[in-house]
């Protein structure tokens, strides 16, 4: 468990971390979101007693890490942001080595055996670090976090510099270590938050932007009903049909998908849910649905909302995932199943992970 | 402390630094012992210490340069400062590393002695006092160059600075007596005032007490003051780490 209260952290005038509080509980996966110099790494390094804060208190499992330091430290796993490995030894005498920094009691060699098969890093064991790549460096760094079993584990960018295979292993990894693990891990990647974690915190400016599960964070941001349908019918006309349904504010026609076919955006009034009315009216018409979608907004919409301002209009954002969406609007019957769900429920970010380096 | 002691050591032997250490190192005390002992056809390898000080005025350096610069450069200190050690901890495992590597090139002056029991009377005593002196001088000089690796993540800059520091050691003879010939006509007080500082910074002075010992004087006051200077230097090495972390 992780207790944050009122921390900051001030290089001269400059504010890095901005009067955080928040709470992490056993077995969750906390993810920290947010574009880079946003505060993440100063907050890790500061809860794990790397630099200090300014002001406020941190409390690992109830220790703070100011006042007894060594006590808390020894409850946490560290991987930062750029792994800290000494490059002329091996990844055994690496880990080794930290195994007897980190004063452990449990059986150095099967532990280590252990940890080594579990980040799949046993056939570079031998090896000296210097040579090996940015991925198995990550995962050495990952395995140094791991000795000792330590019940909060605290994960700068864990994924950087894997392959995409690596990445899903890894994230599986860090799934399972959540379970009787705390896990903290940040991340600019957001489809890896929204894979991973139980709840999101984005830092903006060194201040907490919002902190909410993944699910309710959408639903939070985006409570009116939007809805993207592509529909086989004559333009003109299935506009009028669906502009004649209660509730309908705004209908849109999107891009042509196939011959015939076009998108339509559909706002409904807040609350209201047109889809049944949709369907009866089109099919009543011998129309025929090819996708039916909730336009709700995904974690990056709401990312990019949250720290560039509210002025960024909603429907813009949803825009911009439009293509990744539409590969996988083959199924109608399975559409308008997920339409029910939102959209940031949908594993449907796999494919687009966008990082956020000022530009998206 | 013991990891971190394991993994230095290890690390300059794993690296050329230690080999190239211990090469200079007896390369040079075998000149001198060459020239000192061989050459004038004597015993006493006074002459052969005396010169022992400038070599390791310039080569301690050398094996302390990257101990903590190269830690805050490799971000490996990130590893070190949030693992369940203490600073003490860290510094001394370090220190205790170059320490050791030290007494391994100090240790071929023993065996001069022995070859030259081959040929003649070895005083033993002053021998044995001037080595274990050369002992605490070293310390002395590998605490100022691990302090000095903390100020900074490059190397090089580690290494000069450490050879720089070294030489105002060795000249605070120099300085103190430029300042003791400072006088002033009719203000006695002022003069005063420049022998007492000439005095003090005497005091600080490496080269005259490590020349007693060559002497063949044993003083102890001249081991406390290098083990003060140990401790003095090594603290400060630890507020560094300290501040870093609150700057």
Redesign the interface.
């Known amino acids: 468990m992780i207790e944050v209260k009122n921390l900051s952290k001030a290089?001269g005038s400059h504010l890095a971390v901005n009067n955080i509080s928040f709470e992490v509980n056993d077995g969750e996966i906390l993810g920290f979101l947010g574009p880079n110099g946003a505060g993440k790494s100063t907050t890790m390094?500061i809860l794990?007693?790397?630099?200090?804060s300014t002001g406020g208190e941190a409390l690992i499992n109830g220790i703070d890490i100011l006042k007894d330091p060594?006590?808390a430290?020894?409850q946490?796993g560290?991987l930062?942001e750029?792994p800290?490995?000494?490059?002329?030894?091996t990844v055994k005498?690496y880990l080794y080595?930290?195994f007897?920094?980190?004063?452990c009691s449990l059986p150095k060699i099967s532990h280590i055996k252990d940890i080594c098969s579990l980040v799949k890093i046993n056939d570079v064991f031998d090896r000296i670090i210097k040579n090996l790549s940015k991925g198995y460096k990550q995962r050495v760094g990952l395995a140094?976090a791991l000795i000792g079993n330590p019940p909060v584990l605290i994960l700068d960018e864990p994924t950087v510099g894997l392959d995409p295979k690596q990445i899903i292993e890894i994230r599986n990894l860090i799934k399972r270590l959540g379970k009787n693990h705390t896990v903290i891990l940040s991340s600019h990647i957001l489809s890896e938050v929204q894979a991973v974690c139980d709840r999101v915190i984005i830092i903006n400016k060194g201040v907490i932007a919002a902190d909410d599960t993944a699910f309710n964070l959408s639903q939070s941001v985006s409570n009116d009903h939007r809805l993207v349908a592509a529909i086989d019918g004559p333009k003109e006309e299935v506009i009028k049909v669906i502009s004649a349904i209660p509730g309908v504010e705004t209908v849109n026609v999107g891009m042509q998908q196939e011959k015939g076919v076009f998108e339509y955006e559909i706002e409904a009034a807040y609350g209201k849910d047109i889809r049944k009315e949709l369907n009866k009216r089109i099919s009543a018409r011998n129309w025929c649905f090819y996708s039916l979608r909730s336009n709700a907004l995904t974690l990056e919409d709401i990312f990019l909302k949250i720290t560039m301002g509210e002025n960024v209009a909603i429907s813009n954002a949803a825009n911009s995932t439009k293509t990744d969406d539409s590969d996988k609007d083959g199924d109608l019957a399975a559409n308008v199943n997920s339409a029910e769900s939102n959209g940031a429920d949908e594993p449907s970010l796999d494919a687009s992970d966008i990082i956020l380096d000022g530009e998206v | 402390m013991g990891a971190i002691f394991r993994r230095e050591i290890t690390s300059y032997f794993t690296s050329p630094v230690g080999y190239v250490f211990l090469a200079v190192f007896y390369f040079c005390a075998g000149i001198f012992f060459w020239a000192g002992c061989l050459q004038a056809l004597t015993a006493d390898m006074s002459a052969c210490f005396a010169l022992m000080f400038y070599v390791n005025l310039i080569f301690v350096p050398l094996i302390t340069m990257k101990l903590l610069s190269d830690d805050k450069r490799l971000r490996t200190d990130q590893a070190l400062l949030t693992s369940p050690v203490s600073l003490a901890g860290i510094v001394y495992g370090k220190f205790f590393a170059a320490l050791v590597l030290y007494v391994a090139a100090v240790a071929i002056f023993p065996v001069f002695g022995m070859i030259l029991s081959l040929f003649g009377e070895v005083p033993w005593s002053t021998t044995f006092g001037t080595v274990i002196g050369l002992f605490f001088l070293g310390a002395a000089f590998i605490s100022i160059g691990i302090f000095v690796s903390s100020l900074t993540e490059n190397v090089v800059v580690a290494a000069v600075l450490a050879i720089v520091f070294n030489l105002v050691f060795l000249i605070m003879d120099t300085i103190s007596d430029l300042i003791a010939k400072i006088s002033i006509d009719n203000v006695d007080w002022l003069n005063k005032v420049f022998e007492a500082i000439a005095n003090g910074i005497k005091n600080l002075s490496f080269y005259d007490k490590y020349n007693e010992f060559t002497t063949g004087v044993f003083n102890v006051s001249s081991i406390l003051f290098y083990l003060s200077i140990v401790a003095v230097f090594n603290f400060l090495t630890i507020r560094v780490l300290e501040k870093r972390r609150w700057s």
Do not use: A, C, V
């Open positions: 290089y390094n794990t007693g790397y630099i200090s060594i006590k430290k020894k946490i560290y930062p750029i800290p490995l000494y490059l002329d030894m005498e080595f930290m007897d920094l980190k004063k140094q």
